[in-house]
């Protein structure tokens, strides 16, 4: 029921919503118009039930265009030049098969005690919780193996920044992890300011996510990869909404590939707290016109 109420108000109550069925409304009148005129040239009798011909062509024409645009719990859009998939979907990132994107800082914070530093609840902690027990020292030791040829773009003193890591790297910084036989990400798209909040501007998370994209070209084979709504949680980047983010990573994405390719797929992973804020409506016609 909670479904059928968000998917009612996804299609009737927004202006994409509505604009689609007027579309696929107007799409199904001329196909059946044509129908009832060749039904018509066969059956002239039909011609004294005009007026319920006219009211089922309309009802015909309206539930074909709410059954066309009643949004789906998820979405997906093949390109043919070069072939790959697009596909957003409800879920657990860290369920997919598929390796995976997760964002990071600047810092490579990884302190999720308290929730000071790292928030658990952020996909990273969940990320470090679930492939790393919570070792924050095993984790670690990858990154710091991993940042050890990359020069820091800056370094804070302690009385600047007292938790945390103090060297910093460029925005963009992508290091590659493995586990459990997956691939994992780990980009730097956030801000982390010396007072523990995280910003992410658009600029930066365009950036991060060009970075991450030639991570996964040189390291994944083409391999199918996931990521979550990136920027939509504790560095949110205020001006875009999620369905604005989730954009912005399709058509990220579909720029790279099409410069070189990617992935063959890439999942796009919205968790089911968040779907009611984000019209798959809107997403799977903006993934029609890349």
């Known amino acids: ?36 005129q060749v039904a018509l040239a066969v059956w002239p009798s039909l011609t004294q039930h005009d007026i319920w011909i006219l009211i089922l062509l309309a009802i015909s024409c309206l539930t074909v265009g709410v059954w066309h645009t009643w949004p789906k719990f998820e979405t ?12 957003v979907k409800c879920g657990d990132v860290l369920d997919e098969p598929e390796n995976v994107i997760i964002g990071f800082t600047d810092t490579f914070d990884t302190d999720l005690e308290g929730g000071i530093v790292i928030s658990p609840r952020s996909v990273q902690g969940q990320f470090q919780k679930k492939y790393y027990t919570g070792c924050t020292g095993d984790l670690d030791f990858h990154l710091d193996r991993r940042l050890s040829g990359i020069q820091p773009s800056a370094s804070e003193d302690v009385e600047n920044k007292r938790m945390g890591k103090r060297d910093r790297y460029p925005i963009g910084t992508t290091i590659m992890l493995e586990r459990s036989g997956k691939r994992f990400y780990a980009v730097a798209y956030g801000y982390m300011r010396n007072d523990l909040r995280v910003s992410c501007s658009v600029d930066a998370l365009w950036a991060s996510l060009t970075a991450a994209w030639n991570s996964v070209r040189i390291h994944g084979g083409l391999d199918p990869v996931a990521i979550p709504v990136i920027g939509s949680e504790l560095a949110r980047v205020g001006s875009l909404d999620r369905t604005s983010l989730i954009k912005m990573i399709a058509l990220s994405f579909v720029a790279s590939s099409r410069e070189e390719i990617v992935s063959r797929k890439l999942t796009i992973v919205v968790h089911p707290k968040d779907r009611h804020a984000v019209n798959l409506v809107d997403v799977e016609r903006f993934l029609r016109t890349l």
């Open 1 to 36: 029921m909670v479904r059928v109420r968000r998917g009612a108000r996804e299609v009737m109550l927004t202006r994409q919503g509505v604009g689609a069925i007027a579309s696929a409304s107007l799409a199904a009148f001329g196909i059946l118009s044509a129908a009832f």
């Open 76 to 87: 997906d859009h093949r390109y043919r030049y070069p072939d790959f998939a697009i596909q």
